[in-house]
């Protein structure tokens, strides 16, 4: 199964060193949805920023960069599927 890593990332990186193993882009892309949403959820912001300064960037085991998104583009709610 494929290693995505999720970096949390504004004028700084925050680093996912381990990785999650996922089956596909598709599912990652929902596991990046849920984190964001589960960061959003506990605190107002990271590192004395609101959490509108800061992007979710994915990456896949060879380091490439598959997808980013804004943390401003997350909808607030209970987090429910697509």
């Given at each position: 199964m494929p290693i995505y890593y999720f970096h949390i990332r504004n004028t700084d990186t925050l680093?996912?060193?381990e990785g999650t193993n996922l089956v596909d882009e598709?599912?990652?892309r929902a596991?990046?949805?849920g984190v964001a949403r589960e960061l959003m959820f506990r605190s107002d912001g990271m590192l004395d920023e609101d959490w509108s300064a800061w992007f979710m960037a994915v990456h896949d085991e060879d380091g490439?960069?598959?997808?980013?998104?804004p943390f401003a583009g997350i909808k607030s709610g209970d987090g429910g599927g697509d």
């Open positions: 680093a996912d060193t598709k599912a990652a596991h990046a949805d490439r960069e598959l997808f980013s998104f």
